[in-house]
């Protein structure tokens, strides 16, 4: 190995390795190195730390970038940690800003808030231009978005605030690119999919699941106008508007047919918040539908019977 040092060559034809880098301090395995063709590569204790490649990639703790920067770390430590405040640990302060082109353009900052009622670090994607928290996730894996809580009894999952005042009247939307049917929402627990909303050209449906393959000791209902006589069709006003109103009052409901309502009347969440009951109108169909066979069976036979008394004259 030549050594060559003057205006025009500079320091050349020392490439050097990892363990033995061309270029070192007092410790004989740290420094710089030159692996390849237009290659600069740093080594830390005999290991390759660091390299720019001849593609101008960068690659820490990898010796073959794939992106412009591309950081791998094979221990549980952070990939990249930008610290703020001073401080010299990851668990806090951890910041990563991007600045976006023009004046006018939004500056977001995303790093870890020491929040969520003490149990660890939100990690927030923060507006600094609005001063406004556009979305976090809990160190619990609770997700809010343009929000950093939830309205009412707070144990959703993931929670969606519409900022209207924006121009945005839409909370979410769900898109397919294409017209023939697709389900667009699955709706699943621990027994599997019971639930769907799909698509076609022109029409979205709402399906609960129904296939015979989960039923069993199915028998013809009976007694739906007993049933129906029981209902206690209302109209009504809302109070949070006024506007007209008409259908049943949900533990009156849940009185005479229980699975078209859920909940329990006059029940609170944790914090002592209502929790209102719900009803699904649609688990009244079966029995409106008997109902109707069974009026249709009673004037059938009564019309025989008209006929035979109105022959006997």
Avoid at 171 to 195: A, K
Avoid at 237 to 266: N, P, T, Y
């Amino acid at each position: 190995m030549s050594l060559i040092l003057n205006g025009t060559d500079g320091l050349s034809d020392v490439d050097g390795t990892a363990a033995t880098p061309a270029i070192r301090g007092t410790d004989a395995n740290t420094g710089i190195f030159f692996p390849a063709a237009d290659t600069i590569a740093f080594s830390e204790g005999g290991t390759e730390a660091m390299r720019i490649d001849s593609s101008g990639n960068v690659g820490i703790g990898t010796s073959s970038p794939t992106a412009s920067l591309t950081v791998s770390s094979a221990s549980g430590s952070p990939t990249v940690a930008i610290l703020s405040g001073g401080t010299t640990s990851t668990s806090d302060n951890t910041q990563l800003r991007f600045f976006g082109k023009g004046s006018a353009a939004n500056l977001y900052a995303i790093g870890t808030d020491i929040a969520d009622s003490g149990t660890g670090a939100n990690f927030d994607f923060f507006d600094l231009v609005a001063s406004a928290n556009r979305m976090r996730i809990t160190s619990t894996g609770r997700v809010f978005i343009n929000t950093t809580s939830e309205a009412g009894s707070n144990d959703s999952q993931v929670t969606i605030k519409q900022n209207e005042g924006a121009g945005f009247y839409r909370c979410l939307s769900l898109e397919t690119v294409v017209s023939t049917n697709r389900i667009i929402q699955s709706f699943i627990n621990t027994n599997g999919i019971v639930g769907t909303i799909s698509t076609n050209g022109s029409a979205t449906a709402y399906n609960t699941s129904s296939d015979y393959r989960l039923k069993e000791n199915i028998a013809p209902m009976t007694g739906a106008l007993t049933t129906v006589a029981q209902l206690k069709p209302v109209t009504y006003k809302w109070k949070v508007d006024g506007s007209d109103g008409q259908g049943f009052i949900a533990h009156e409901l849940q009185e005479v047919v229980a699975g078209c309502v859920s909940g329990e009347k006059d029940a609170v969440d944790k914090n002592g918040n209502p929790e209102y009951q719900g009803i699904d109108t649609s688990f009244l169909v079966a029995t409106l539908t008997a109902a109707l066979q069974e009026l249709n069976a009673k004037v059938d036979a009564q019309a025989v019977r008209i006929a035979e008394l109105e022959g006997a004259k």
